[in-house]
């Protein structure tokens, strides 16, 4: 599990108690009633925190124990390695919680594909255009072939075919596998083949165009 699996409001419910009030772990003998969680948090994420120390009471983050009329949560003392994982890089970057209230991504989005690659403008059009209206693919990196495809007498510049990987979500069993292409702006329409891994069905491209499957 990621911490961006968790959703915002989970992950930050957790940060209250891996945190604490004053950057110190509410573990084992801290209890934190869903109440007093609600206050430290954003308007946007207060509704429904009960349900959500819920969530991770079941997710095996938290203890929980009755208390009078109420049930009061603490952080496990005893976590697994993958949940004291994300505990752990909680704990240790307190710009985590301040994104979460924000509304802030909690990573840089990655460069755009095609930075940094001499290819055809008219191919990263075509190719990004395609994908933006393929919600089965995805593209995993884009790489410059060694093959210079055309060179543009007036500016110098030559451009390379290229290597595309492809995330495919199986038209059959909806479960994902990886495809590469090598295609350049003169073929960009070049056919090509994958079978999915998990149920055997095929599939056909056109570029980077699922066309059946």
């Known amino acids: 599990m990621e911490l961006e699996e968790l959703g915002d409001q989970a992950l930050a419910v957790l940060c209250v108690f891996a945190r604490g009030r004053h950057g110190v772990s509410a ?8 109440g007093s969680i609600a206050h430290r948090l954003p ?3 207060r509704a429904g925190v009960k349900g959500t120390c819920e969530y991770l009471y079941k997710q095996g983050f938290l203890a929980r124990k009755p208390k009078s009329d109420d049930i009061v949560y603490s952080l496990k003392t005893n976590l697994p390695a993958d949940l004291a994982t994300i505990v752990a890089k909680i704990q240790a970057d307190p710009t985590i919680f301040d994104k979460v209230r924000k509304g802030l991504p909690l990573s840089s989005p990655p460069p755009p594909p095609f930075e940094g690659i001499s290819v055809h403008p008219g191919l990263v059009e075509r190719i990004e255009g395609t994908l933006s209206k393929s919600p089965r693919l995805q593209i995993i990196t884009v790489d410059e072939e060694a093959e210079v495809e055309l060179e543009d007498e007036e500016s110098g510049t030559a451009y390379h075919r290229v290597s595309v990987w492809l995330k495919v979500r199986c038209t059959g069993c909806s479960e994902h596998f990886e495809h590469r292409i090598i295609l350049g702006y003169l073929d960009q329409f070049e056919s090509s083949s994958a079978r999915c891994p998990s149920c055997g069905r095929g599939h056909t491209f056109r570029g980077v165009s699922l066309q059946s499957g």
Do not use: H, N
């Open 27 to 34: 573990r084992g003998w801290v209890t934190i009633d869903p």
């Open 43 to 45: 308007q946007r994420l």
